[in-house]
């Protein structure tokens, strides 16, 4: 008999099958299929992001999962706000319906696919959104380490939230609460503080999101 599911693994469950059928609402209302945008789920999905946003989840895989979902929540709002005013500012131009807009997984594609040429006035224009990951790529990595003595350091604590949330900032992604960051050194402290172990977290940038890792550091000072 298979083990009974957290309730928290029930949560994500649902929240992600919501942002599914988001995606598919939309996917259909661009090609034509429903005939208003489905705001109803938009706003569904949007207070169950904010929901647990606004929640403490204190497991460090919970919240990364989490925030994974919100990423990709906030990415595909973000296209399909693009995808909206493209729509409107044609009909304003034209007068009259443009044709079907790309999809906005084809939006995605397209973007990712056709990187600009330099000197090229025609190449199309870098995204807000790539143009602050590769800033972000410059100093991408950054560790921060505590010992046991640091654990309830305010300033050890800030620097790292101060060093997440630019992180984040710099690729367009919310950033987590100080009270998130504090909890989680104190608890990843406390737990290898006994044989002298340091903590080290570090900060670094994969597939244009921000990642928080933490590993424990034998026999260093």
């Known amino acids: 008999m298979p083990p009974e599911k957290r309730p928290f693994d029930m949560q994500m469950m649902q929240l992600e099958a919501e942002i599914r059928r988001l995606e598919g609402e939309y996917n259909m209302y661009f090609a034509g299929r429903l005939p208003r945008p489905p705001y109803e789920t938009k706003n569904r999905v949007t207070a169950l992001i904010k929901k647990h946003d606004n929640s403490y989840i204190q497991n460090t895989a919970d919240r990364f999962r989490f925030e994974g979902l919100q990423a990709r929540f906030y990415k595909f709002i973000e296209i399909i ?24 997984a084809a939006a995605t ?103 928080l890792t933490v590993k424990p550091e034998k026999g260093e000072g």
Do not use: H, W
């Not at 909206?84 to 999809?103: H, I, L, S, V």
């Not at 560790?143 to 790292?160: I, P, S, T, Y």
């Not at 172990?197 to 990642?211: C, E, M, Q, Y």
């Open 109 to 211: 594609a397209s973007a990712e696919a056709a990187p600009a040429a330099k000197g090229d006035p025609k190449a199309p224009a870098q995204t807000a959104q790539q143009a602050a990951a590769d800033r972000a790529k410059e100093g991408a990595e950054k560790v921060v380490k505590f010992n046991k003595a640091d654990a309830g350091a305010d300033a050890r604590v800030k620097e790292l939230y101060e060093q997440l949330a630019a992180a984040k900032k710099q690729v367009g992604e919310q950033p987590v609460a100080y009270e998130r960051v504090a909890a989680l050194v104190k608890a990843q402290v406390s737990k290898f503080a006994d044989d002298g172990t340091n903590v080290a977290f570090k900060i670094a940038l994969k597939d244009g999101k921000v990642s």
């Open 81 to 104: 706000d693009r995808q909206m005013t493209n729509r409107e500012m044609g009909r304003a131009t034209f007068g009259k319906r443009p044709a079907p807009a790309a999809t906005p």
